[in-house]
């Protein structure tokens, strides 16, 4: 069983005094358990079980505007007073930085709502094993594939964030993750691609033979790519890839980013960085949602934010020390976004794929191509070529670029939004950049 | 018994004779498994934005608990040390491998070589010494150069401890420092902004490195890299040569080659090499090995995750391909050996094969002949990153400094791109080898099924003859 709400209280309380005792004039204190149960399948025969039962600490003391931080996962008592005693000495020798501090009291959360993140259920490895059989079953049913390998996750979180400020609240959330990697091979090529799903709830987790089935689909769409030559087109991301654009837009809107003039969405609120039809929100009260949160990660309440409205930037993403430097409020994005989307576009996938002639449709990208101090952006692509809103042929070793600055400018959205992940995005097509290929 | 395993068996309710009797037991009907302890401590000091953001120490300590049976793996791992603990990971294991019929192979390899010191490079050095030096950096960078925005510069120190504790009472154990010192620029010049990153690092004492002339070296290296850049204009986009520089550009071989040479890919026959053992994948001239036996380098161990000792595993020799890389596991299902090549990021993971310092050795040529040669192409000196799809084998990495190739002649800089192409098949574009071999400087980590593992690599300039360049313009 995860470590209960009292445990994880305790072992706060007593790193809190004793800090204080030692001398901090502040302090901040996280304390976490996770336990997951996985079990893995390859060719439709259990591969490997693994538990894992993860307790952690991080401790931040401050002295004035000194501040240094430890982290361990041993919480035996004579190990944390080591510990401490040595965060205090460090902080004494830091410098110090006019903008360290806890946050304003006024915007530490009141209450942790109920968002219906934890499920009790508990599904037994053997239960496990049975799902995996029958995803691997379905996923095998054409002679193409060649390799099934599958995995489920169970897992469970509970912690506790307390500072000297008086604030001490936590809540437990539960995760249940079935997917499963395929690869299928014919004369000319061999080829791998994925399903993936996430849930707070063991019931909404989709039914095996639909994931397999769906993996092995997406993998033999993939047999005998073709390259193409370079040239300008229009290109259509896929969901998935799609939602990592907008994970990049919100590194890009991070203070951290802006207050060090590392971002090339810097000094750009309240101006058009999106064409007109874009709106991009963070709402962390979703039910259920993957990224939901009553409080950031230095506690700290957060609300819903319309991040872009009509194509103009309306917030960065603030925590505390950030929030100072550039003189604003903390908005509660200590640790990033919660439930992060872009609101559905106009018309259908349908429409999308038929607004031009040709077009190139992406299903993966390799590459670490996202420059967010310049905007330029470069990967590594696999796809399928569109011509006249048909799919024609699979796409491989080519790449695709442009600058984030005119591809936000030039999406147009799909009304196809689901909510998958954390981040989440409709069919994306951006019009004007370059595929390199032949 | 070595004292920094102390914090298992003497601070908890664990008897050393209890816990081999519980391993013993647990893997009695198992092929092979053990105890993996681990005491880790780090630090990393950051200054960012002119001040000393961050001073951080962590320590962690946890055990994995692991039992093979024929395929099947089962693993159990907590960072709590007790008896309850650790009987509660044998059942977990037990109930996984409950049909079990295997017989322990107690065999493994000896030696007493060692490829680093048993230091702790943490307390070596006052915090108050590394703080002086990362103020130093930034004064001396913003100082040079009156286009300096940002500096951001890092220390990171380790001392990782591990034992490994077979069926049988067999203990084995290594002590593994490591550091890094990393230092990033990002320059404004008329209304452009770019950046610069170097770092240096490896398994030893900041000692050297606190040293003035060498971060003043890595400061020098950071700056040149973003002011190239930003004098850079867009990249070429299409099939075109491409001559890569030595040392650091060797992630190439990493992505291209390396992944797809791992025992565990091939074992499943999803690596695109799986069926090309003996055969000619390079052209001749090309040697690849992957060598965890360099003294004090980033890749280096002493011995693996599993205990078998590290050695010079020759890959490809003169376009031949010669071995793959194993770990116990997949070196048992294919009947070979284990290379030593079996790692883990921490006691969190189950062991897989993975690389160490993965080299191209020399060949003859010089880097001019292969720029003279070239009419039209790129010449790749900085790379930031790669990643490889190890199943249709193509791969990429992304250029972090680089020049095109007019005639002959080294042009204009490059932005940066992304380049493609296929594992399998590149090392046969590869028209030429030269005779200036370089390690990187140490700062590689390579990130496998969600695991990070510090690694290196090393190659002498190539002329490769085709290579798809990622870049806007057409």
Same mark, same amino acid.
């Given at each position: 069983?995860?470590?209960?709400?009292?445990?994880?209280?305790?072992?706060?309380?007593?790193?809190?005094?004793?800090?204080?005792?030692?001398?901090?004039?502040?302090?901040?204190?996280?304390?976490?358990?996770?336990?997951?149960?996985?079990?893995?399948?390859?060719?439709?025969?259990?591969?490997?079980? $693994?538990?894992?039962?993860?307790?952690?600490?991080?401790?931040?003391?401050?002295?004035?505007?000194?501040?240094?931080?430890?982290?361990?996962?041993?919480?035996?008592?004579? $190990?944390?007073?080591?510990?401490?005693?040595?965060?205090?000495?460090?902080?004494?020798?830091?410098?110090?930085?006019?903008?360290?501090?806890?946050?304003?009291?006024?915007?530490?959360?009141?209450?942790?709502?109920?968002?219906?993140?934890?499920?009790?259920?508990?599904?037994?490895?053997?239960?496990?094993?049975?799902?995996?059989?029958?995803?691997?079953? !379905?996923?095998?049913?054409?002679?193409?594939?060649?390799?099934?390998?599958?995995?489920?996750?169970?897992?469970?979180?509970?912690?506790?964030?307390? $500072?000297?400020?008086?604030?001490?609240?936590?809540?437990?959330?539960?995760?249940?993750?079935?997917?499963?990697?395929?690869?299928?091979?014919?004369?000319?090529?061999?080829?791998?691609?994925?399903?993936?799903?996430?849930?707070?709830?063991?019931?909404?987790?989709?039914?095996?033979?639909?994931?397999?089935?769906?993996?092995?689909?997406?993998?033999?769409?993939?047999?005998?790519?073709?390259?193409?030559?370079?040239?300008?087109? !229009?290109?259509?991301?896929?969901?998935?890839? !799609?939602?990592?654009?907008?994970?990049?837009?919100?590194?890009?809107?991070?203070?951290?980013?802006?207050?060090?003039?590392?971002?090339?969405?810097?000094?750009?609120?309240?101006?058009?960085?999106?064409?007109?039809?874009?709106?991009?929100?963070?709402?962390?009260?979703?039910?259920?949602?993957?990224?939901?949160?009553?409080?950031?990660?230095?506690?700290?309440?957060?609300?819903?934010?319309?991040?872009?409205?009509?194509?103009?930037?309306?917030?960065?993403?603030?925590?505390?020390?950030?929030?100072?430097?550039?003189?604003?409020?903390?908005?509660?994005?200590?640790?990033?976004?919660?439930?992060?989307?872009?609101?559905?576009?106009?018309?259908?996938?349908?429409?999308?794929?038929?607004?031009?002639?040709?077009?190139?449709?992406?299903?993966?990208?390799?590459?670490?191509?996202?420059?967010?101090?310049?905007?330029?952006?470069?990967?590594?692509?696999?796809?399928?070529?569109?011509?006249?809103?048909?799919?024609?042929?699979?796409?491989?070793?080519?790449?695709?670029?442009?600058?984030?600055?005119?591809?936000?400018?030039?999406?147009?959205?799909?009304?196809?939004?689901?909510?998958?992940?954390?981040?989440?995005?409709?069919?994306?097509?951006?019009?004007?950049?370059?595929?390199?290929?032949? | 018994?070595?004292?920094?395993?102390?914090?298992?068996?003497?601070?908890?309710?664990?008897?050393?004779?209890?816990?081999?009797?519980?391993?013993?037991?647990?893997?009695?009907?198992?092929?092979?498994?053990?105890?993996?302890?681990?005491?880790?401590?780090?630090?990393?000091?950051?200054?960012?934005?002119?001040?000393?953001?961050?001073?951080?120490?962590?320590?962690?300590?946890?055990?994995?608990?692991?039992?093979?049976?024929?395929?099947?793996?089962?693993?159990?791992?907590?960072?709590?040390?007790?008896?309850?603990?650790?009987?509660?990971?044998?059942?977990?294991?037990?109930?996984?491998?409950?049909?079990?019929?295997?017989?322990?192979?107690?065999?493994?390899?000896?030696?007493?070589?060692?490829?680093?010191?048993?230091?702790?490079?943490?307390?070596?050095?006052?915090?108050?010494?590394?703080?002086?030096?990362?103020?130093?950096?930034?004064?001396?960078?913003?100082?040079?150069?009156?286009?300096?925005? =940002?500096?951001?510069? /890092?220390?990171?120190?380790?001392?990782?401890?591990?034992?490994?504790?077979?069926?049988?009472?067999?203990?084995?154990?290594?002590?593994?420092?490591?550091?890094?010192?990393?230092?990033?620029?990002?320059?404004?010049?008329?209304?452009?902004?770019?950046?610069?990153?170097?770092?240096?690092?490896?398994?030893?004492?900041?000692?050297?490195?606190?040293?003035?002339?060498?971060?003043?070296?890595?400061?020098?290296?950071?700056?040149?890299?973003?002011?190239?850049?930003?004098?850079?204009?867009?990249?070429?986009?299409?099939?075109?040569?491409?001559?890569?520089?030595?040392?650091?550009?060797?992630?190439?071989?990493?992505?291209?080659?390396?992944?797809?040479?791992?025992?565990?890919?091939?074992?499943?026959?999803?690596?695109?090499?799986?069926?090309?053992?003996?055969?000619?994948?390079?052209?001749?001239?090309?040697?690849?090995?992957?060598?965890?036996?360099?003294?004090?380098?980033?890749?280096?161990?002493?011995?693996?995750?599993?205990?078998?000792?590290?050695?010079?595993?020759?890959?490809?020799?003169?376009?031949?391909?010669?071995?793959?890389? =194993?770990?116990?596991? /997949?070196?048992?299902?294919?009947?070979?050996?284990?290379?030593?090549?079996?790692?883990?990021?921490?006691?969190?993971?189950?062991?897989?094969?993975?690389?160490?310092?993965?080299?191209?050795?020399?060949?003859?040529?010089?880097?001019?002949?292969?720029?003279?040669?070239?009419?039209?192409?790129?010449?790749?000196?900085?790379?930031?990153?790669?990643?490889?799809?190890?199943?249709?084998?193509?791969?990429?990495?992304?250029?972090?400094?680089?020049?095109?190739?007019? /005639?002959?002649?080294?042009?204009?800089?490059?932005?940066?791109?992304?380049?493609?192409?296929?594992?399998?098949?590149?090392?046969?574009?590869?028209?030429?080898?030269?005779?200036?071999?370089?390690?990187?400087?140490?700062?590689?980590?390579?990130?496998?099924?969600?695991?990070?593992?510090?690694?290196?690599?090393?190659?002498?300039?190539?002329?490769?003859?085709?290579?798809?360049?990622?870049?806007?313009?057409?």
């Amino acid at each position: 069983m995860v470590k209960d709400q009292n445990y994880l209280e305790n072992k706060a309380s007593y790193c809190l005094d004793l800090a204080k005792k030692l001398g901090a004039t502040d302090i901040s204190v996280f304390v976490g358990n996770s336990i997951s149960e996985t079990v893995n399948f390859r060719n439709k025969k259990l591969d490997e079980s $693994n538990r894992s039962d993860n307790l952690g600490i991080d401790i931040t003391t401050y002295i004035g505007k000194k501040k240094s931080s430890i982290s361990s996962s041993n919480l035996l008592n004579d $190990n944390l007073n080591i510990l401490i005693e040595k965060c205090i000495e460090t902080t004494k020798n830091t410098p110090e930085d006019e903008f360290n501090s806890l946050p304003d009291k006024d915007l530490l959360a009141k209450e942790v709502k109920d968002l219906n993140l934890y499920d009790d259920n508990h599904i037994e490895n053997d239960d496990k094993i049975k799902y995996l059989s029958r995803l691997e079953i !379905a996923a095998s049913n054409d002679k193409r594939i060649v390799n099934t390998e599958s995995s489920f996750v169970e897992d469970k979180s509970n912690f506790i964030l307390a $500072n000297s400020d008086g604030f001490c609240k936590g809540f437990k959330t539960s995760s249940f993750i079935a997917s499963s990697v395929v690869v299928a091979k014919d004369d000319k090529s061999m080829e791998r691609d994925y399903e993936y799903n996430q849930k707070c709830h063991l019931k909404d987790i989709k039914n095996a033979e639909e994931l397999g089935k769906k993996a092995a689909e997406q993998t033999i769409k993939k047999l005998s790519p073709k390259k193409i030559g370079s040239e300008k087109i !229009a290109i259509i991301f896929d969901k998935r890839i !799609a939602k990592g654009i907008l994970s990049t837009f919100a590194s890009a809107i991070s203070s951290s980013a802006i207050s060090r003039g590392t971002s090339f969405l810097k000094d750009k609120i309240n101006q058009k960085i999106f064409s007109d039809t874009i709106n991009v929100l963070d709402k962390p009260d979703i039910l259920k949602g993957l990224g939901s949160k009553s409080f950031d990660s230095e506690g700290v309440k957060i609300d819903t934010l319309k991040l872009v409205e009509q194509g103009i930037l309306n917030h960065y993403l603030i925590d505390t020390y950030n929030g100072k430097k550039l003189n604003l409020k903390s908005n509660g994005r200590c640790g990033g976004t919660s439930n992060l989307y872009f609101e559905n576009g106009k018309i259908s996938f349908k429409d999308l794929i038929n607004s031009n002639s040709k077009s190139l449709y992406i299903t993966e990208t390799i590459g670490h191509g996202s420059n967010i101090v310049t905007g330029d952006y470069s990967v590594g692509a696999t796809g399928f070529l569109i011509e006249n809103g048909e799919f024609k042929y699979p796409i491989n070793e080519i790449t695709i670029a442009g600058n984030f600055k005119d591809m936000f400018q030039n999406i147009t959205l799909a009304n196809d939004l689901e909510f998958e992940y954390s981040v989440n995005s409709p069919t994306m097509m951006v019009e004007g950049m370059v595929v390199a290929g032949k | 018994m070595y004292f920094f395993m102390s914090d298992f068996f003497e601070k908890s309710n664990l008897s050393r004779n209890e816990t081999e009797k519980i391993i013993s037991d647990t893997l009695k009907n198992c092929d092979d498994g053990e105890l993996y302890l681990e005491n880790s401590k780090s630090e990393s000091i950051l200054l960012d934005d002119n001040k000393i953001k961050n001073s951080n120490y962590n320590s962690d300590l946890g055990f994995g608990f692991r039992a093979v049976s024929d395929e099947i793996v089962a693993y159990s791992h907590s960072n709590e040390i007790s008896k309850n603990s650790l009987k509660q990971s044998s059942e977990s294991l037990k109930s996984t491998l409950k049909s079990a019929k295997g017989s322990y192979n107690h065999s493994i390899p000896k030696s007493n070589k060692k490829y680093y010191k048993n230091i702790n490079p943490i307390e070596q050095k006052t915090l108050d010494s590394k703080i002086e030096i990362l103020n130093k950096v930034n004064q001396y960078l913003r100082s040079k150069d009156n286009n300096v925005k =940002q500096v951001t510069a /890092n220390f990171s120190g380790e001392q990782k401890s591990i034992e490994i504790i077979r069926s049988g009472g067999e203990t084995l154990t290594d002590v593994r420092p490591l550091i890094r010192f990393n230092v990033s620029v990002m320059l404004e010049k008329n209304g452009r902004k770019e950046s610069g990153v170097y770092g240096i690092g490896g398994r030893q004492s900041y000692d050297s490195y606190l040293r003035e002339d060498n971060w003043k070296n890595v400061c020098d290296e950071a700056l040149r890299i973003a002011s190239v850049n930003l004098e850079s204009k867009p990249a070429p986009a299409g099939e075109m040569k491409v001559v890569l520089g030595p040392g650091w550009p060797a992630i190439l071989i990493h992505e291209a080659i390396g992944h797809g040479l791992e025992g565990d890919f091939n074992r499943k026959k999803t690596s695109a090499f799986h069926n090309l053992m003996g055969q000619k994948v390079a052209s001749e001239g090309v040697t690849i090995v992957d060598d965890g036996t360099i003294d004090n380098r980033r890749g280096s161990l002493t011995i693996d995750d599993e205990g078998t000792p590290t050695e010079k595993t020759v890959l490809i020799e003169n376009g031949i391909l010669k071995n793959f890389m =194993q770990d116990r596991l /997949n070196a048992r299902l294919m009947k070979t050996r284990s290379t030593g090549s079996g790692r883990r990021e921490n006691y969190r993971h189950i062991v897989l094969p993975r690389m160490r310092n993965t080299m191209m050795l020399n060949g003859k040529q010089t880097q001019e002949e292969m720029i003279k040669s070239v009419d039209k192409g790129i010449f790749a000196v900085s790379f930031g990153g790669g990643q490889v799809d190890i199943t249709s084998g193509k791969f990429v990495f992304n250029c972090t400094e680089a020049y095109e190739i007019i /005639n002959g002649k080294i042009g204009s800089p490059i932005k940066g791109a992304t380049l493609i192409g296929d594992g399998p098949s590149i090392l046969r574009e590869v028209s030429m080898v030269g005779n200036d071999m370089m390690l990187d400087p140490g700062i590689g980590t390579c990130g496998k099924a969600g695991q990070g593992v510090p690694v290196g690599v090393a190659q002498p300039s190539i002329l490769i003859d085709k290579m798809t360049v990622g870049g806007t313009k057409l």
